[in-house]
Every structure is written in C-alpha cells, then in structure tokens.
C-alpha cells in the first residue's frame, strides 16, 4: 500500500501545465491517492473535472478558506451544497478547507476585526452545511486554534469527521482534540529542526489516526525546504513520522492510507 497526500493544493500545477509530471513524480514516490482542497469558487469546479478525469488516483474537496473570505463570502457558500447534488459527477470527499486565520489580518485593527468577523460567519455556516451534508471537515486553524474548538463544540458537527490540517500545535492542542475524537494531520513542518512541539504532538496522537499531507506547493519538507512543495515530497514527512512513532515506512504508509480511506470515505 503506498502513501496518500491527504491536503495537496493542484491547481498552480495545472495552470502552469505542470499536472501531468507533476502526478507522474507522485506515482513514482509511492503515492496512491491525492485529495486536492478546495479554497474558494476559483478552484471548485476545477478540481471536480480533475478528480472526474483522474477518478483513479485524484479527489477533492469544497470548502471557503478563512483567507479567501471576502464581503461576497454567503454567495460562494451557497454554491458549496450543489457539488454535492449532482451524483452524475465526482463528489467532494469533505467539507474544506474552512476555518479561521489571524496570521494573515491586517494590522489596522478595524479592518482586522471586520475581517475576522466575516471569517467566524463564513465558518459557522460551513460547519452547518458539513453536519447537514454528513461529510467529514478539514479545518484550517492559524493563530485561532481555541476558537476553531470553540466553534466546532457549538455546531454538532460529529468530532470523528474534523481533521486540523498542518498541524504545527502541541501535545496539549492535540490532546484537546484527542478528547473529543478529532484529529490532527501533519506536513513537511515534521521535519523542521525547530519542530519538537509537533513531533511531540504526533506522538502523543499516535498512529490510530495519523494523516500525512504536503500541502503543496507550500511547506516542502526537508531536504526541499525553501523550495515549491509537491505530493511526491511527502515521503520525506512520511519517513520522519516513521522514525517518531517507531515504524518502517512501509507499516506506517499503510496505516497513514487506511486512516485517509476511513476518514474521506475514499
């Protein structure tokens, strides 16, 4: 069983035409499956024609990230359930990614707070719709990672089905997660000199529910650091999460595959 990048980014590949080298490398690094994530209505339809032309090894999903968050926020969440109604196509494999970004607001405090506002709204109505569709939620939390819980507490949303991407948090983050059966999964951060708190955090998670992603073509691992990213890096996080949980990398591709396949259903 080979590895599976569970939160790639694709669409830059395939505007630059780089897709099919850039899958073909993937293959060859032992991936079998790749989710690319939906971030706002540029890349939606997109990835649904990708996964529809790529069913074997390429699936998606559709979700408003916190940073693509604008005034017209309600009009591109609207258009969120319909991916789900056409069974005649591929179906997102999850809800996302959604959640809330302090990192990224301005400085002016005003602006920052009405962003943030809308960031809160846009969220709430994601999770809405991802209890009300029963599909599983990938959740960016950047500098709000207690009100990101916060908010998941209060919309029912089933914990089993919310998974944290690039989680550069700690054991007791994690640990708050654990104890209400989410999950966190984890990019090239892993491998980063400065990154004990995360290695921690993987360990004290453990293997049960460990996803692997790069999040490509952001945070390449090391030896790539300060290069592109793309999914055919992430037997380098793969490798370092094997050394941290005691595994070869082949009980650990095997188990990181099995935890995506039950958690998107894919």
């Not at 032992?30 to 996964?51: F, K, P």
């Not at 494999?93 to 005003?110: I, M, N, Q, W, Y």
């Not at 109505?125 to 569709?133: F, V, Y």
């Amino acid at each position: 069983m080979g590895l599976t990048d569970t939160h790639a980014h694709l669409e830059s590949f395939t505007r630059r035409g780089e897709l099919p080298a850039t899958l073909g490398r993937a293959r060859e690094a032992g991936l079998e499956r790749i989710i690319t994530i939906g971030t706002s209505t540029d890349d939606w339809e997109l990835y649904r024609t990708l996964a529809e032309s790529t069913r074997d090894f390429v699936a998606y999903t559709v979700g408003l990230h916190p940073c693509s968050v604008e005034e017209d926020w309600p009009e591109q969440v609207a258009q969120i359930e319909t991916f789900w109604a056409d069974g005649s196509r591929p179906r997102p494999v999850a809800l996302g990614e959604t959640g809330l970004d302090r990192f990224h607001l301005p400085k002016d405090s005003v602006a920052a707070d009405r962003i943030f506002s809308n960031q809160r709204a846009a969220f709430a109505e994601c999770l809405r719709l991802a209890r009300a569709l029963s599909t599983p939620v990938v959740v960016h939390s950047r500098g709000a990672f207690k009100e990101c819980v916060e908010m998941i507490d209060a919309s029912g949303v089933d914990w089993t089905r919310v998974v944290f991407h690039c989680f550069v948090e700690g054991p007791e983050e994690i640990e708050s997660l654990i104890e209400r059966g989410g999950r966190g999964s984890f990019t090239g951060v892993l491998t980063y000199k400065n990154a004990e708190n995360v290695r921690a955090a993987l360990k004290r998670q453990g293997r049960d529910k460990l996803m692997l992603e790069t999040d490509a073509p952001y945070l390449a691992p090391v030896p790539h650091r300060g290069k592109p990213n793309e999914p055919a890096h992430l037997i380098h996080t793969a490798g370092m999460a094997a050394d941290v949980l005691g595994l070869s990398l082949d009980e650990l591709a095997r188990q990181t595959t099995q935890n995506a396949k039950d958690f998107f259903g894919s």
